[in-house]
Every structure is written in C-alpha cells, then in structure tokens.
C-alpha cells in the first residue's frame, strides 16, 4: 500500500494534464538546460542532448533523466501529445522562446 502519496509526481501529473486536455507539446520548467548523458552536477562531463525521439531516448536507457521516466511512455503512447520540451526557467529569455516554438533546451518528440 502506497498511502495517500501518489506514485509519480509533478512531471507525470503535468504530462497528464496536458494530453488530457490535448495539447501538442508541453514545456518543463527546470533548474538545468535540459536532457544529458548524465547528471551535469554529478558528471561535469556530460554531453546535452538538444533533441531526441521518445524511441531513441527509451533505448538509450540512461541512468539518469531530467523527466520523470513514466513520462516517456504517456508521450509515446499519447494520441495528441507530439512533444514535450524541456528548458532552464533560470536562464533569461528561454520560457518565451520555448514558447515562441524555439529550440531552447532539449526537445524529446514521438
């Protein structure tokens, strides 16, 4: 029995949210620019990925992911999501881009 804590948390919640409502893409907010082979603060060697597929990514199977693993598959078993992107909201201009359709951080894709 798990309690009252849900099992997953905000990203898939908000992944959730957005297919349910039907958008085509939803934009995560985090502290770091994106996807990596690793975790930057861990790894300083570690190389960003700007853009992937869900495919690719799941067959990757990194380590660690900047998004909550279950969020690969709602992506890609989603019928409306295409995308979801992932940016630095610390880093000034990147929200308004991402939300201009730029590339500002790591776009993961079906």
Request: charged share 30%.
């Amino acid at each position: 029995k798990n309690g009252r804590i849900p099992p997953h948390r905000t990203d898939v919640g908000t992944l959730l949210l957005a297919n349910l409502i039907g958008a085509r893409s939803c934009i995560f907010i985090k502290d770091e620019k994106g996807l990596y082979t690793d975790d930057p603060k861990k790894q300083p060697a570690s190389e960003f990925i700007p853009e992937i597929s869900v495919e690719e990514l799941i067959e990757k199977d990194l380590d660690d992911l900047i998004v909550e693993r279950p969020c690969l598959d709602i992506l890609q078993n989603s019928e409306v999501l295409d995308k979801i992107q992932i940016i630095n909201g610390l880093e000034e201009g990147t929200i308004t881009e991402a939300l201009e359709g730029k590339q500002a951080g790591t776009t993961i894709y079906t």
